[in-house]
């Protein structure tokens, strides 16, 4: 699905960040930026582009360029981002899509493997004994609740849809749990139609990045869809989200180690001093494994570990 991974022209690892303006020093066939260079950078003031827009003076067009060009920088930190549930056909992703809310990708991995063993596909968990299904859905938590959607919407995709996900938006957002959010996740991935998924990271990242102040999903995705073409909205999605998790986190994002700092209207409400912000990263860009349990062979050649099984360690 994903593009395979790329060497940065600047030689860095892909374990290691850096700041937006080292692809083009080396696209320019300028030496890359040294360790030393890049933290004097980090301490810099923030740039004028970006001061402008977090007067709130940015113009549209220097919006949009803005906006393209923080979702190519991040294309280039992770060319590898993919959608961070395992599944193996639509079915399977829609289930773990309605499994994801309130939790995290991981937790979720590590438990569908025992329900889709179980429950191959719609009609075998449509008549499921929800008992059962509770038990292996336990660590997802909520899963009393959970449990009624995955077998609501197994049972209307066995009667409704002759045991098919369905690949259009209207019919997608009838079954049982199935939100716009996940109908975007399923209709993209497993379906290859542009959708822009916007969960917590996204929210939170678009707002800060003073693309849209927006506070409702629908809203938010409407006013990012516009600045974007379509055909860049889901890896858009995988980019934005990927770089929430890893990097620009809630409470303390590492913005010293943050590679779109120069383009980012709210650098400096994090860390950062670079070596403290280094030690903030998570995932592969923190030297952990990710959170799938069978992630694409991209993401290994680039360096990412698999995540371990529900129970191991």
Not at 7 to 16: H, K, W
Not at 90 to 96: D, H, R
């Amino acid at each position: 699905m994903k593009k395979e991974p790329v060497v940065r022209a600047s030689g860095a690892a892909e374990g290691t960040s850096a700041p937006a303006e080292e692809s083009a020093e080396a696209a320019a066939g300028k030496p890359a930026a040294t360790g030393a260079k890049r933290a004097a950078a980090a301490k810099r003031p923030v740039p004028a582009r970006t001061a402008a827009a977090r007067a709130g003076n940015e113009s549209r067009t220097a919006l949009v360029r803005r906006a393209r060009r923080i979702n190519r920088e991040l294309a280039e930190v992770f060319p590898y981002a993919h959608p961070e549930l395992d599944f193996e056909n639509p079915f399977q992703l829609v289930v773990a899509t309605v499994l994801s809310a309130q939790t995290t990708d991981l937790r979720v991995n590590q438990t569908t493997p025992a329900l889709f063993a179980k429950y191959p596909t719609p009609e075998d968990l449509a008549a499921a004994d929800p008992e059962e299904v509770e038990e292996i859905l336990r660590p997802t938590g909520f899963f009393r609740a959970k449990t009624r959607s995955v077998i609501g919407l197994s049972k209307a995709l066995a009667e409704d849809f002759g045991g098919e996900v369905p690949g259009r938006l209207e019919d997608l957002v009838k079954l049982p749990g199935v939100g716009r959010k996940t109908a975007f996740v399923v209709l993209g991935n497993a379906f290859g139609r542009p959708g822009i998924t916007v969960d917590t990271h996204f929210q939170r990242l678009v707002r800060r990045w003073k693309w849209t102040e927006e506070t409702d999903p629908d809203k938010i995705e409407a006013a990012v869809g516009a600045l974007f073409p379509k055909k860049d909205w889901t890896d858009l999605s995988h980019h934005v989200i990927w770089h929430g998790r890893r990097i620009c986190h809630a409470r303390k994002p590492a913005c010293g180690a943050c590679p779109i700092a120069p383009l980012c209207p709210a650098y400096g409400e994090g860390e950062t001093d670079p070596e403290k912000a280094e030690k903030l990263l998570k995932y592969e860009k923190g030297g952990f494994p990710g959170q799938r349990l069978k992630p694409p062979q991209a993401y290994l050649d680039a360096g990412g570990r698999p995540a371990p099984p529900l129970g191991a360690g």
